[in-house]
């Protein structure tokens, strides 16, 4: 029998990596009261290395246009955390009801539906956003559509496995014998058991959505300029990567540190979700209340 210590997976990393996420979210919160001006230029200041002689605004340095790194950093964080939470929860509620949908009525519908999931997974998501991003033209506006369309699937395929599953079991079947109607069935006794698998997807959604922001905006189908974003940010710097590589490894590092505190903080859900770890957790639970009895 596994012992307390290989349950609880909330390991000091996943406290630091929360610590990490929280605090870029209270900065990007923060931004509007500080004044910031991304994209204010100065021309003295062109290249400048990260140094605290420069002040807060010139701590981590200035880009090619003598515009602060520091606060193009926090504009394109308001930027990628708009995309990627946008995204994954438009993705999740068109997902979930295409997936309830396919699961609990079955039959042609079904049928139809897992052959466009099947369509679409044949594709390589990051392409086909590419090709649609081309397609519709650069902006925020497009990239989020774009990564609407290829972000359901994995919603919508998690949902239809789930669904299949519970609405076979004993306690479905009974509600359905009772007289309840599909609404109730699927918001009282379906939805409330898949939501803990579809948190965890959403969670870990967010940082391929981050990653897939800057991977288009690099490419020049995202955020164009003057706006910044960390992928043409990244994009920008490459050019002067050699006499100014704080202009690459800052928003590289951003990027870095934002993937690793989502993917933490999801696998630690993962494992706290985890029924088998709820039940040994509830019977530790009545053992440590039984002895202080």
């Not at 062109?46 to 010139?58: A, D, R």
């Not at 995309?83 to 438009?90: D, E, K, L, N, Q």
């Not at 999931?117 to 902006?139: E, R, V, W, Y």
């Not at 990239?143 to 919508?156: K, P, R, T």
């Amino acid at each position: 029998m596994q012992n307390h210590k290989s349950m609880d997976k909330r390991t000091p990393g996943t406290y630091l990596f929360s610590f990490i996420l929280i605090s870029w979210f209270l900065l990007v919160l923060l931004t509007p009261l500080l004044s910031f001006t991304p994209n204010n230029v100065h021309l003295e200041k062109i290249l400048l290395t990260p140094s605290f002689h420069h002040g807060l605004e010139g701590l981590l340095g200035y880009d090619d246009l003598g515009r602060s790194v520091l606060e193009r950093l926090l504009s394109g964080a308001k930027i990628s955390f708009l995309v990627a939470f946008g995204v994954a929860f438009i993705a999740l509620c068109i997902g979930t009801i295409i997936g309830l949908i396919s699961a609990y009525i079955g039959g042609v519908w079904d049928h139809i539906i897992v052959r466009l999931i099947d369509i679409f997974m044949a594709f390589p998501g990051i392409l086909l956003a590419i090709a649609l991003s081309g397609l519709m033209g650069p902006g925020i506006d497009n990239v989020m559509i774009a990564l609407c369309v290829v972000g359901w699937v994995g919603y919508a395929r998690l949902t239809r496995a789930q669904v299949l599953s519970i609405k076979q079991r004993e306690h479905v079947s009974s509600a359905r014998a009772l007289g309840a109607s599909h609404i109730q069935i699927i918001s009282k006794h379906i939805l409330p058991l898949i939501i803990s698998p579809l948190i965890i997807e959403f969670t870990f959604a967010i940082a391929g959505l981050v990653i897939a922001e800057a991977g288009l905006s690099f490419l020049g189908l995202g955020i164009q300029a003057p706006e910044s974003s960390w992928g043409n940010m990244i994009k920008e710097g490459s050019q002067y990567l050699l006499i100014s590589p704080h202009l690459v490894i800052m928003p590289g590092l951003c990027l870095l540190l934002v993937v690793l505190s989502v993917n933490q903080i999801g696998d630690a859900l993962r494992d706290y979700l985890d029924p088998k770890t709820l039940v040994y957790s509830r019977r530790v639970g009545r053992k440590n209340t039984g002895r202080k009895r």
